[in-house]
């Protein structure tokens, strides 16, 4: 079975500064996807980015990006120019990809929860 | 896109009591699903709710305690059965849409007394 590590429990970082938090997965299958979500004290999960484990350049969606290394099974996500509302729990999940079956849902890691300083 | 109404958002609900929540999508998908989030904790899956049959549970969750029903492609509900306090819990759905784009819900928070 996949698993999702995130070993960070707690990140924090300076407004505009940046930062980057990690996570790790396991899986015996070449085609899945990965994801960030964020979720803030409402509770609402927020897709942040996601990367499909095909693709070989890393996904970038405006000041979030990750840095996947497939063979190191690694999926980091890093944060530019923080902002006060970046401030949130962070997840990495993962998902096997339609060849390997698709009818799986996500396998989140345990989370990040992100501090901004002001 | 996908937008999922949960109902309820929000309830305080007695031991030993059942409380059913409506996932409903504004668009059809194939593919629905229920998380369950503990307080402090991350998203668990539950199950895949299948359209015209039993859904499929993870390990760790039977059907006598979390029946799902999936009518059509656009509804679901899960059941939380013979609530106990550690039933106190955030349920989440969430959608796969044709464009393999993942979409949750707002959640229902429920609280077991």
């Known amino acids: 079975a996949q698993t999702v590590t995130q070993s960070q429990p707690e990140m924090s970082v300076q407004e505009a500064e940046t930062v980057t938090l990690s996570c790790t997965y396991d899986t015996s299958e070449s085609d899945y996807y990965l994801f960030w979500y964020k979720q803030p004290p409402s509770r609402q999960m927020i897709l942040v980015i996601r990367q499909e484990a095909y693709k070989q350049q890393n996904a970038t969606e405006n000041r979030f990006s990750v840095n996947f290394q497939k063979a190191a099974k690694s999926f980091s996500l890093k944060i530019s120019d923080s902002q006060l509302g970046d401030a949130a729990m962070y997840f990495c999940?993962?998902?096997?990809?339609?060849?390997?079956?698709?009818?799986?849902?996500?396998?989140f890691g345990k989370g990040t929860h992100l501090i901004i300083q002001p | 896109s996908a937008v999922i109404s949960q109902k309820p958002s929000r309830d305080i609900c007695q031991r030993g009591t059942s409380l059913t929540i409506q996932c409903q999508v504004d668009s059809q998908v194939t593919m629905m699903f229920w998380y369950r989030q503990q307080p402090g904790q991350s998203l668990t899956l539950i199950a895949t709710?299948?359209?015209?049959?039993?859904?499929?549970?993870e390990s760790g969750f039977v059907i006598d305690k979390f029946p799902i029903s999936r009518p059509n492609l656009t509804f679901s509900t899960l059941t939380v059965s013979n609530m106990s306090p550690e039933d106190s819990s955030i349920y989440l759905c969430?959608?796969?849409?044709?464009?393999?784009?993942?979409?949750f819900g707002e959640g229902s928070w429920l609280t077991v007394v």
């Open positions: 999940a993962y998902r096997r990809g339609s060849a390997g079956g698709g009818a799986d849902g996500l396998t």
């Open positions: 969430s959608v796969i849409t044709s464009g393999n784009t993942i979409y």
């Open positions: 709710a299948n359209q015209g049959s039993e859904a499929t549970y």
